[in-house]
């Protein structure tokens, strides 16, 4: 709303200072700014109502240190993480472009089906909340609209370098300029360890005919499907002590704008040797509100938590960042920049599997980890959770520097 209103200004009567809104980085920096102003102000004022509506936190007896000071503490703090990542958005992003609005949709539908499930634990006292399989429908809801959307809509485009036919190098001008091909449409996408760090979807069914690549979807959907329901189910198992999901999330998120806003200009990606992809530049803005957001929720999330972000948060940061890789062509970077999303996942896969192994195989169940997810193995090993928080909070900033490092090997 205020860049159309400062871009009227700047347009209309030439007002000083209006034109600094055309600036992604002058948006960014005030969109984090005003996130972590409605966290931090905002975030105590909802702390208060949840406590007046008794949504406090019913702690099962796990047997781990600290855990029964936790019983009480409200919980559904990710609408913090919603209200704080949404009003600077409005406030300063481009709203018709298709990225920031399929960010937004993301941000409301995997909100709302936290929040869903929040409320029949709390309200409806069902433990149990909202059936595992009721979520994952809504997740692979998602991944449809955002797979359907990267497919089909006309402004969601590639420019790549052009290469010679014969040679397979690229062409290079008189000036000694790079030459590129017009923006495509097309399931280009950046892989990681392989040639040229770059893989087309369409290549993968292309003993379809001659027409594959009208196919291709029959193949990227479900993968879309996957990634949105991988990293969302991460984000939330990874939400078991104060201040982890938070952090590492917001370490990942800061990874990705700087990734948003390289790939979306095109001066830099160049430089970069990084895939050009029109209009992603505006990601920025939303990536940044969105790490004011989690940053401030820190405030009060970190030990000893004052509010804990429930379902309605630990999904929705997990579908946000999904999104944001699959939207920046960075998808298949997630395993490394968000390895602790992943190993939360297989540890407890791993427990899981191998307990009704062996129990069906020597009658008793056995178990890898003292107890999963991971995190709470180091409880069990009689780490404090501030200690564990921090080490992971290391391990995400090293994955998220390695992930950086992987751009350039080729």
Known sequence: MLYYLFDFLDKTYDVPGAGLFQFITFRAAMAIITSLLIATVWGKKIIRFLQRKQMGETIRDLGLAGQSEKAGTPTMGGLIIILATLVPVVLFAKLENIYVILLIVTTLWMGAIGFLDDYLKKFKNDKAGLPGKFKVIGQVGLGIIVGTTMFFHQDITVKTEKMDPITGLEIVSESGEKVFNEEEKTLLTTMPFVSGNEINYEKLISWAGDDYAKYAWLIFIPIVIFIVTAISNGANLTDGIDGLAAGTSAIAAVTL???????????????????YIPNTGELTIFIMAFVGALIGFLWYNTYPAQVFMGDTGSLTIGGIIAVIAIAIR????????????????????????????????????????????????????????????????????VLAVLTIVTLKIR
């Open 257 to 275: 704008a700087l990734f948003a806003w390289v790939s979306g200009n095109f001066i830099f990606s160049d430089y970069l040797n990084i895939m």
């Open 330 to 397: 960075k998808e298949w970077l997630l395993p490394i920049l968000c390895g602790i999303f992943v190993m939360e996942n297989l540890s407890v896969v791993m427990q899981v599997s191998w307990f009704k192994y062996t129990k069906k195989k020597y009658g008793e169940g056995r178990r890898i980890f003292r107890m999963s997810p991971l995190h709470h193995h180091y409880q069990k090993g009689g780490f404090h959770e501030s200690k564990i928080v921090t080490r992971f909070w290391i391990v995400g900033i």
